[in-house]
């Protein structure tokens, strides 16, 4: 089992910057990627950007140029920093670990940008 903690969601203006963490713990050894999914209201949860222990990155096209994946494996903590923030960026944001061909979740994490 792998658990997922994350923090740094809240509200912030257009053209804002954000910094979203995930700490796993629990079964961590040898997690395959992690990662960052969004779901707005009345949409399908989508992959913002994903890394894998491997290094390969992967971004959603509307964010790419304005986030940035990293990935401390040392601390086991994957971050996703947002810039030039805007309403459509609204969503519950969620970590995710693939790890043992297995998909992990976290709670999610509301962000909001408005004015």
């Known amino acids: 089992q792998v658990q997922l903690v994350e923090s740094g969601g809240g509200l912030v203006q257009p053209g804002g910057s954000l910094r979203l963490s995930c700490a796993a713990s629990?079964?961590?050894?040898?997690?395959?990627?992690m990662g960052w999914y969004r779901q707005a209201p009345g949409k399908q949860r989508e992959l913002v950007a994903a890394k894998t222990s491997g290094g390969t990155t992967t971004y959603l096209d509307s964010v790419k140029g304005r986030a940035t994946i990293s990935r401390d494996n040392a601390k086991n903590t994957v971050y996703l920093q947002m810039n030039s923030l805007n309403p459509e960026d609204t969503a519950v944001y969620y970590c995710?670990?693939?790890?043992?061909?297995?998909?992990?979740w976290g709670q999610g994490t509301q962000v909001t940008v408005s004015s």
């Open positions: 995710n670990a693939v790890h043992g061909g297995r998909d992990y």
């Open positions: 629990g079964n961590i050894f040898n997690i395959f990627a």
